[in-house]
């Protein structure tokens, strides 16, 4: 028996394979691009702080800069945590001709470690921890269903518009001086969507913005100030099992802006270094993996996962490993009409 292939399902398969290649070759170049993208070196900001100073003082300028990142990344990290849109691996699409609408509420909670300048007088700081709670509101908006292919092949090149806005909650006791709002905007362009075939595979790429968040130690005379605004890109895949859903990724982190610090002298009474490198970029990866519940139109999801760390900074030996990496957990309920 001999199986013909007509000349519509023989360009149908063709449009498929570039489909795929297409995916796939833009996935490769996002993480190989962006894996080879390097974080700003922090050593300027450390020789302009520690100018003029004493070596104890030198020691805790690196030790206040390499806080600043973390303080900065932690932040972005509780706001940025996982996929853009709670367990969805697909554009939602459009409705009858209209865009659907997806409101998104989560919880979250953030772990990250940076030097312990808030005590530390003798210059030498210990490491220590600290937890971010994020509320974060989010709408998605479907603009495109984009093509299908083939039967049960279809969201491809899909679009939806996201928008968000999160409030950070900052422990006094820690050292900041107030909460931490932040403002979104991006997309998802859609590789496929999840049907019974194929996962559903989505690319996202998100701007946010906030204020400059501030931490100070009255007791030792130290003081933090750091812009927090973040590019975030995240591909992910999911596959729905019914009313049950699973899904992963990876994404990359720029975190951009100005960074400050102002640092006391142990050696010099009355002494003080300090300074602000303007622009700094710095980069990490996220991974990320979660399961949902689908109940009609609402949709209830658990996800978790860490961010990779930072580079080291030369000359620095104290506790405090920029490497490490930071978890994150989110608790999320999503409403699609």
């Known amino acids: 028996?001999?199986?013909?292939?007509?000349?519509?399902?023989?360009?149908?398969?063709?449009?498929?394979?570039?489909?795929?290649?297409?995916?796939?070759?833009?996935?490769?170049?996002?993480?190989?691009?962006?894996g080879r993208t390097?974080?700003?070196?922090l050593t300027p900001l450390v020789?302009?702080?520690?100018?003029?100073?004493?070596?104890?003082?030198?020691?805790?300028?690196?030790?206040?800069?390499?806080?600043?990142?973390?303080?900065?990344?932690?932040l972005a990290l509780a706001d940025r945590t996982g996929p853009e849109l709670s367990g969805a691996s697909s554009t939602i699409g459009r409705r009858l001709g209209s865009p659907r609408v997806s409101l998104d509420f989560r919880l979250r909670l953030a772990r990250f470690t940076m030097p312990n300048i808030l005590n530390a007088g003798t210059g030498v700081a210990a490491e220590t921890s600290v937890n971010v709670y994020g509320l974060k509101g989010s709408v998605a908006v479907g603009l495109l269903d984009g093509f299908s292919l083939m039967p049960t092949v279809g969201g491809v090149f899909s679009l939806d518009f996201l928008a968000s806005a999160s409030f950070m909650l900052m422990e006094e006791s820690d050292g900041f001086l107030g909460n931490e709002n932040l403002l979104s905007l991006g997309g998802r362009l859609g590789i496929f969507r999840e049907s019974f075939t194929l996962p559903g595979v989505t690319v996202s790429a998100v701007q946010s913005f906030g204020r400059s968040v501030e931490w100070e130690s009255v007791v030792v005379g130290s003081s933090i100030d750091a812009d927090v605004s973040t590019t975030s890109v995240r591909a992910t895949v999911g596959k729905d099992f019914f009313?049950?859903?699973?899904?992963?990724?990876?994404?990359?982190?720029?975190?951009?802006?100005?960074?400050?610090?102002q640092v006391s002298?142990?050696?010099?009474?009355?002494?003080?270094?300090g300074g602000v490198l303007g622009g700094l970029t710095t980069r990490r990866t996220v991974y990320f993996g979660g399961v949902s519940?689908?109940?009609?139109?609402?949709?209830?999801?658990l996800e978790g996962g860490w961010a990779g760390g930072y580079e080291d900074l030369?000359?620095?030996?104290?506790?405090?490993?920029?490497?490490?990496?930071?978890?994150?957990?989110s608790v999320a309920g999503r409403l699609t009409i």
């Open 314 to 329: 030369a000359g620095y030996a104290g506790a405090y490993q920029p490497g490490a990496r930071m978890p994150f957990i």
């Open 1 to 34: 028996m001999t199986t013909r292939i007509t000349g519509q399902e023989f360009r149908s398969l063709g449009a498929f394979r570039r489909a795929v290649s297409g995916g796939a070759l833009c996935l490769l170049v996002l993480s190989g691009s962006f």
């Open 265 to 273: 002298d142990p050696a010099i009474p009355g002494g003080q270094g």
């Open 38 to 41: 390097n974080a700003q070196d």
């Open 293 to 301: 519940i689908t109940r009609l139109v609402f949709q209830f999801s």
């Open 47 to 74: 020789t302009q702080c520690a100018a003029g100073g004493s070596a104890l003082l030198l020691t805790s300028c690196r030790s206040a800069v390499l806080a600043a990142q973390a303080i900065r990344g932690g």
């Open 243 to 261: 009313t049950f859903a699973i899904l992963g990724g990876v994404g990359w982190d720029w975190d951009r802006g100005d960074m400050g610090v």
